[in-house]
C-alpha cells in the first residue's frame, strides 16, 4: 500500500495561524443531478493506482489520496471533528453516486445563478473542510488543496470537461407525498443504523479514530454543511447506506431517517450572524433544501449547536 506512506504536510500547521476563520465559500451549494435511470452500469471509471507514476505527479496524486481518507490525521490544523473526506464520498472518492471526484473536477468552475457567483474547484474544497469536516479551509494554493485538487484531476483523466456524468453527486429522492415522520425514522435508525452508528449517533472509536463515523454531535458535520439538508442526507443514505446495502430503503425510509439524524445537534453554523439563530436561518437557511435549522421540535429551539 505505496498510498499510506504520506507524511503529514508541517507546512499545514504553520499557516493555519496566519489568517482568522473566515468562511470563503458562501454556502454548500446543492447540486442538482438527475436521478440515474434503474439499472444504469455505464459509468465511468476511473484509472486504478498501478496506473499512476512514480514521478512528482504521481506523488502529489498519492498526498492528494492520503489528505482525502485520512484528512483528520494528515491535515488536523484544517478539520474540527472526526471525519474524513472518505466518510461521504465512498470508495476513496470514486463511488458513482456518492459525490465521486471524477463527477466534480471536469464541472469547475462553476457558474451559480442563485447569487451571480463563479465558484472554483478550489473554493468547493475549502467549503467541505468549512461545513462538512467543521473546520478552517486551508489556503486555495497552499499544499493540502493542491494534492487534493491534483488527485481529483488524475480520477478524472479522460473524463469529458464540462458534462454532467451519471453518477456525480447524491441522485435526488423526491419528497414523500407525505412528507416525513420523525417517529418513524427514530425506528429506522435503531434498527438499521444503531449498530454502526451507535444508539446516540456517536459512531465508534478505536483509540482516537473513528471506525464509523458519528453522525451527530460534536465529532460530526455542522449546521451549514451539505448534508443537514434532509433531502441531501435521504439521498445520500438511499443510494449508500446501510453500508454495502444501498438501494435497500424505500424513499419515505430514507427521508424519515434523514430527518430524525438531522432533527439532532451538531457544530453550529459557522456563518452564524451577531449570535442569532434566527437571523442565520433567515439568511442561509430559508432557501438551503430540506432543513431544520432555526425550527422548534417538540418544544426544542432546533440549531443552537454543540462544542
Ligand atoms: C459529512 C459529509 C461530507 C464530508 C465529510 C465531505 N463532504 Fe464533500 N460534499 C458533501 C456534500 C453533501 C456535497 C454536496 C452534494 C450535493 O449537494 O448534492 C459535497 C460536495 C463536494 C464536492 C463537489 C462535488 C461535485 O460534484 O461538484 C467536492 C469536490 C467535495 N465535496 C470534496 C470534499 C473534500 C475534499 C472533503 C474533505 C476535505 C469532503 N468533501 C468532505 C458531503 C461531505
Ligand atoms: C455496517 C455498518 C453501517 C451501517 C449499518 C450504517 N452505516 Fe452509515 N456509514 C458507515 C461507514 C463505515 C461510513 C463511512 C464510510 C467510509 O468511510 O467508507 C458511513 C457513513 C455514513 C454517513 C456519512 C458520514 C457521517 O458521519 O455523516 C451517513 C450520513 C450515514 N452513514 C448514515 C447512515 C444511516 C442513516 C444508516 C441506516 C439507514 C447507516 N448509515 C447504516 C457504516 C454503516
Do not use: A, E, N, V
Given at each position: 500500500m505505496r498510498f499510506l506512506s504520506f507524511v503529514p504536510l508541517s507546512l499545514a500547521l504553520m499557516s493555519a495561524n496566519l489568517y482568522a476563520a473566515q468562511t470563503v465559500m458562501d454556502d454548500q451549494s446543492e447540486l442538482k443531478t438527475q436521478a440515474v435511470a434503474a439499472g444504469h452500469t455505464a459509468y465511468f471509471q476511473p484509472p486504478a493506482e498501478h496506473e499512476l507514476p512514480d514521478n512528482a505527479f504521481g506523488k502529489l496524486v498519492r498526498q492528494g489520496h492520503s489528505l482525502f481518507v485520512d484528512t483528520r490525521r494528515q491535515a488536523p490544523a484544517y478539520v474540527g471533528n472526526g471525519l474524513n473526506c472518505s466518510n461521504c464520498h465512498l470508495d476513496q472518492g470514486r463511488l458513482p453516486n456518492s459525490a465521486p471526484l471524477w463527477g466534480a473536477?471536469?464541472?469547475?468552475p462553476a457558474y451559480r445563478k442563485k447569487n451571480d457567483k463563479v465558484n472554483t474547484f478550489a473554493e468547493r474544497l475549502q467549503g467541505c473542510f468549512q461545513f462538512s469536516m467543521n473546520g478552517k479551509p486551508p489556503l486555495a494554493d497552499g499544499p493540502e488543496i493542491t494534492a487534493l485538487s491534483a488527485y481529483a484531476y488524475w480520477l478524472a483523466t479522460k473524463a469529458p470537461l464540462g458534462v454532467e456524468s451519471a453518477g456525480r453527486g447524491y441522485p435526488e429522492v423526491a419528497q414523500p407525498a407525505k412528507g416525513y415522520d420523525l417517529a418513524q425514522g427514530a425506528q429506522v435508525y435503531k434498527a438499521q443504523c444503531a449498530i454502526c452508528h451507535g444508539d446516540t449517533g456517536q459512531g465508534q472509536k478505536v483509540g482516537q479514530d473513528y471506525v464509523m463515523p458519528p453522525l451527530w454531535g460534536k465529532d460530526s458535520y455542522n449546521w451549514g454543511a451539505g448534508m443537514h439538508r434532509i433531502n441531501t442526507a435521504a439521498s445520500f443514505i438511499q443510494y449508500n447506506m446501510p453500508l454495502g446495502k444501498g438501494k435497500s430503503l424505500n424513499d419515505q425510509q430514507a427521508w424519515d431517517v434523514a430527518a430524525f439524524i438531522n432533527s439532532h445537534e451538531r457544530p453550529q453554523d459557522p456563518r452564524l450572524i451577531d449570535g442569532s439563530i434566527e437571523k442565520t436561518r433567515v439568511k442561509f437557511h430559508a432557501n438551503d433544501g430540506v432543513n431544520l435549522y432555526g425550527q422548534t421540535v417538540d418544544g426544542v429551539l432546533i440549531g443552537q449547536g454543540i462544542r
Open positions: 473536477y471536469p464541472m469547475y
